[in-house]
Structures are given as structure tokens and as C-alpha cells.
């Protein structure tokens, strides 16, 4: 098991700032564009990792320590962004983005003691019984998912305009 606590928030701290000095002052062009019908935009996105913050990462860490097994994570419903009429400019949801996630790593930097038993369990209900450290390991692989996915959605943009170079370019194979 590769997994550090401390490793984890490097990463989970470091996504606000990834996010705002790749999609800080981009055009709609770039924030709307997507890999087709029923895929993602990248606004879609951040607003998915929003969501995320607000509604699956730290309830499920708090049902794992406060309940354990004794009843099924909360759910999250991984399509609710998707509900949201509003649609506030990138600016103001990366904002929204970073202070969510200075909350919750200040809420993880909390629990973050000796007493902090990273093979605690509750059931997922889908999985079944995970282990928190398996929890908080997937919130990190998730940023980097979608960050990943952010990159090679704007990169598809101009897969048609690159000519011959798409060769070179392993983001456009995939």
C-alpha cells in the first residue's frame, strides 16, 4: 500500500490552483466544448467536482468514522451538476471550487491525528465495505481523472486541425 495521508492532500490541495491557471480567462468556446453527445464539457466538469465537494467526499469520510458498517454511505448522485440551471462564469465557480476544498482539507487536516485509523470501514452501496483509506485515495485519483479529462476534452478540440502531428499527440488517441 502506497497510500500517505499527508501525500493525499499535496495532491487534493493542489487541484484548486491546477484548475484556475488552466481554465482562468478562457473563452466559452473552450469551457463548452465536449467529445460528443451525452459527454462532458469542461464547465460540466468542474461543476461535477463542485458538486463532489459539497455532497460525497467528506460525508462519506464522516459516515466511515462516525457509523462505520453500521449503515450504507451516503449516496451521491454523480449527474446532479447536471440539474443546475445557473451557469455562473468559470471565475466565480473556481472560486466556489477552491473554497470548498480549503474547507474540507482543513476538515481532513482535523481529523488527521494518530487516532485517524485509515482501515476503518463502511459500506459503500455499490461496492460494498471500503476501507477510508481507499475512500480518500479515490477523491485524489478522481482529481487527477478529471483534470485528465479536462486536458484531453480542450486537446479533441483541434484534433481535426493538427494535421499529420496527431501522430505525435497520444492525448488525441485515446
Known amino acids: 500500500m502506497h497510500f500517505k495521508l499527508s501525500e493525499a492532500i499535496e495532491v487534493l490541495s493542489?487541484?484548486?490552483?491546477?484548475?484556475?491557471?488552466?481554465?482562468?480567462?478562457l473563452s466559452e468556446d473552450w469551457l463548452k466544448c465536449n467529445e460528443g453527445e451525452g459527454t462532458w464539457n469542461v464547465s460540466e466538469v468542474v461543476d461535477h467536482l463542485i458538486e463532489g465537494e459539497k455532497s460525497n467526499w467528506i460525508p462519506r469520510?464522516?459516515?466511515?468514522?462516525?457509523?462505520?458498517?453500521?449503515?450504507p454511505l451516503p449516496p451521491f448522485d454523480r449527474y446532479a451538476h447536471l440539474n443546475e440551471q445557473l451557469n455562473p462564469p468559470i471565475e466565480q465557480r473556481l472560486r466556489e471550487f477552491k473554497a470548498l476544498r480549503m474547507q474540507n482539507i482543513d476538515k481532513i487536516k482535523a481529523l488527521a491525528d494518530p487516532s485517524l485509523h485509515l482501515e476503518r470501514t463502511g459500506i459503500h452501496p455499490e461496492f460494498g465495505e471500503v476501507k477510508?483509506?481507499?475512500?480518500?485515495?479515490?477523491?485524489?485519483?478522481?482529481?487527477?481523472t478529471h483534470?485528465?479529462?479536462?486536458?484531453?476534452?480542450?486537446?479533441?478540440?483541434y484534433k481535426a486541425d493538427v494535421g499529420p502531428w496527431v501522430e505525435y499527440l497520444g492525448i488525441l488517441k485515446k
Do not use: C
Request: a negative charge.
Open 14 to 25: 493542489s487541484t484548486p490552483a491546477a484548475l484556475q491557471a488552466f481554465l482562468s480567462g
Open 61 to 71: 469520510l464522516e459516515s466511515i468514522l462516525y457509523e462505520g458498517g453500521s449503515k
Open 132 to 144: 477510508l483509506s481507499e475512500l480518500l485515495s479515490t477523491w485524489v485519483v478522481h482529481d487527477l
Open 147 to 157: 483534470l485528465s479529462q479536462i486536458a484531453r476534452v480542450m486537446a479533441n478540440r
